[in-house]
């Protein structure tokens, strides 16, 4: 069977993307990794390695800049949408994310975009309740210090990559 065609789909600004650059690393029911280069030019970030988390609702990138430097981890929290007659996979952006600083520190941010969303009926009740107990879920494993348990498989996927390319 071909490689699923990806797509990310945003609430805020609405848009939906084929991610027809990136790069697909791991393609499990599950979990699909995929390393990318941003989609429009930035001066923070250049590219990353993203590890869509489907059973748990949540992405996880590994973001680096331009020098090749690790700038933080990015989570965000997603529902998956699946189309096996059209072999497309959207992941929708819920619009909560957590980053994780390199020295440690980590902040929630977007809480006013799901709230905006939900008033303006851009989701449903039901979506901002599942990202709220996703990024519930995402939470405790962060303070319970298992984080590395969703860092490992994309850092897997890298090293893999890597020694593949050389």
């Known amino acids: ?7 990310r789909r945003r609430y805020i600004p609405d848009e939906l993307i084929q991610l027809k650059d990136d790069i697909l690393l791991v393609n499990e029911p599950d979990l699909i990794i995929t390393k990318w280069v941003t989609l429009h030019p930035r001066k923070d970030i250049a590219h990353g390695v993203s590890a869509f988390y489907i059973d748990k609702g949540i992405k996880v990138s590994k973001i680096y ?5 690790v700038v933080y981890w990015y989570c965000d ?6 189309d096996s007659e059209k072999n497309t996979v959207i992941f929708e ?8 600083y390199e020295n440690g520190t980590s ?3 977007d809480l006013d975009e799901l709230s905006d969303a939900l008033d303006w009926k851009l989701i ?7 990202a709220l107990r996703a ?7 962060i303070y319970a210090g298992n984080f590395n348990d969703l860092k490992e498989p994309v850092e897997q996927a890298e090293r893999a990559y890597f020694s593949s390319s050389i």
């Open 135 to 141: 990024l519930d879920s995402l939470l405790k494993i």
């Open 65 to 69: 800049d331009k020098n090749d430097s």
């Open 1 to 7: 069977m071909a490689l699923p065609l990806l797509y």
């Open 93 to 100: 952006d819920l619009l909560i994310d957590v980053i994780l």
């Open 77 to 82: 929290i997603i529902q998956t949408k699946k």
């Open 124 to 130: 449903t009740q039901p979506e901002a309740i599942y």
């Open 107 to 109: 902040r929630i941010v």
